[in-house]
């Protein structure tokens, strides 16, 4: 099986559901919806109902994000900037768990 046909048949495992969540995940982490901090997104035709529900019910709970339902349809994904940890020394502290000192 050449890697065409290998990327095809993989697509065409793809469920509904990830299909799905791939798309908003993308949709939410883009450059321009980031800048903004939202995001419309509306639902396709292949979209199913158990799917979008599902999909609709995580954003839902999830505390970050405040989910606005549009009267076509679509749901506004908004969410508030997230603070960046600072260190003492004023730079910004990333996770670096294999350098961590035992406390």
Known sequence: MGKKQAALAS????????RLALRVSSMINH?????QRWVTI??????GDREWEEVLGVI?????LELTLND???VTVRWEQQEIEVASRGEVEFEQ???AAPF
């Open 11 to 18: 697509r065409q495992e793809m469920s509904g559901m990830e």
């Open 60 to 64: 839902a709970s999830t505390d970050e």
């Open 97 to 99: 768990e294999e350098e």
């Open 31 to 35: 450059p321009v919806a980031q800048a």
């Open 42 to 47: 509306h639902r396709l035709d292949t979209d």
């Open 72 to 74: 076509d349809g679509s």
